[in-house]
C-alpha cells in the first residue's frame, strides 16, 4: 500500500473540517481499485492519492475494508444512476455539487456530455492542481448556497440536465436545503437531482465513524425521514424514487459476511437512502 501511494513532489493540503472529508471518498476509491476484482476501477483516484501530501495511515487505523467499501457503492449508485440518464440524454449537461476529489466524470463520460465541478474555492484550488479543466469539463469555485453558480452552467432544456451530490448535503440544515432545492426547481425546470441522505439514526452512526478516522469538526446535521416531506417544499419538486442506500447493491461472494450483514442492517433500520426528484416544469 505505501510503496503504491508514494510518489515525489507531493501537493500539499491544508483543509479541516467539512472539508477534510473529501479524502475519505478518495482513499476508498483507490484503495478499491488495487484489487485483483475492483467494483469500479478509478485509476484518477490512484493518481491523486499519489499526489496528495497526506497521512493516509490515520484514515487506515480508523477505517477497515468495510468502511471504505461504502464509499465504494456509493461511488457506483451515482455512476449508475448518471449512466441511465445519459442513455436517454446523451448531450445533458452533469452538475456534481460538493465535488472534493471526485473522479465520476473519468468513469461516466460518453464523449458528449457538459460536466461540472462545483466546490469551494479552497477545493476547487486543490483540484486545479491534480487535473485540469476541458472544454467539457469544468470547474465552479463557489459555495452550492451562493446561487449565482446558476449563472455558470450551460443549460439547454432539451438536453436535459442532472445535478448529483454524494455525502454533501448531511452537513447543511434543513432550511438551507429549502431554499437550495426551491431555487433549483426555479431555474432549472425538467432537471432531475440525486443525492444520499441520512435518517436521524443513521446521523448518529455517520457521525462517530467520521469521528474514528480522526476528523471530529465536521459533524452531520440534515437528515430526511421521508421524501415526501421534501415535496412539499415547492409543487414544482416531484419524488422519482426513495431507496436504501444498499438496495441496488448485488450481494455476491467477493463481499465478506460482515459487509453483507452491515448493508442489511443498514437498509433494514433506513439509516441511510437515495432521493431522486425531478424538477417539474410549469
Not at 463557489?142 to 442532472?162: C, Q
Not at 448535503?169 to 426551491?182: A, R
Not at 421521508?226 to 419524488?239: G, T
Not at 459476511?257 to 439509516?271: H, P
Request: aromatic share 14%; proline share 2%; net charge positive.
Amino acid at each position: 500500500m505505501k510503496e503504491i501511494f508514494e510518489e515525489k513532489d507531493k501537493i500539499q493540503i491544508k483543509l479541516d473540517g467539512v472539508q477534510e472529508t473529501l479524502v475519505l471518498p478518495l482513499w476508498g476509491r483507490a484503495l478499491e481499485s488495487i484489487k485483483p476484482n475492483p467494483i469500479i476501477e478509478d485509476h484518477k483516484a490512484l493518481e491523486f492519492i499519489k499526489k496528495i501530501d497526506y497521512d493516509w495511515n490515520k484514515i487506515g487505523s480508523g477505517y477497515d475494508d468495510d468502511g471504505a467499501l461504502s464509499y465504494i457503492f456509493r461511488a457506483k449508485s451515482l455512476d449508475d444512476a448518471i449512466s441511465s440518464y445519459i442513455e436517454k440524454h446523451p448531450n445533458a449537461t452533469i452538475v456534481n455539487i460538493g465535488a472534493g476529489l471526485d473522479t465520476t466524470f473519468t468513469r461516466v463520460d460518453n464523449g458528449y456530455i457538459r460536466w461540472y465541478d462545483l466546490d469551494l474555492p479552497e477545493v476547487i484550488n486543490l483540484r486545479s492542481k491534480l487535473m485540469r479543466e476541458t472544454n467539457r469539463m469544468r470547474f465552479i469555485s463557489k459555495s452550492v448556497l451562493d446561487f449565482s453558480w446558476f449563472n455558470n452552467i450551460v443549460f439547454k432544456k432539451e438536453n436535459g440536465i442532472f445535478f448529483i451530490a454524494g455525502g454533501v448535503y448531511h452537513y447543511f440544515n434543513q432550511e438551507d436545503m429549502k431554499k437550495l432545492f426551491c431555487a433549483m426547481a426555479e431555474n432549472f425546470p425538467g432537471g432531475e437531482h440525486i443525492f444520499d441522505i441520512v435518517s436521524k439514526f443513521g446521523k448518529f452512526l455517520s457521525n462517530r465513524m467520521v469521528k474514528k478516522a480522526g476528523n471530529k469538526s465536521a459533524p452531520m446535521n440534515w437528515f430526511v425521514k421521508n421524501a415526501d416531506n421534501i415535496a412539499k417544499w415547492d409543487k414544482r419538486i416531484q419524488i422519482v424514487e426513495e431507496y436504501s442506500y444498499y438496495s441496488k447493491i448485488e450481494r455476491n461472494t467477493s463481499i465478506q459476511n460482515s459487509m453483507i450483514w452491515k448493508m442489511n442492517m443498514c437498509d433494514k433500520l433506513k439509516a441511510a437512502k437515495y432521493i431522486h426528484i425531478r424538477f417539474k416544469t410549469a
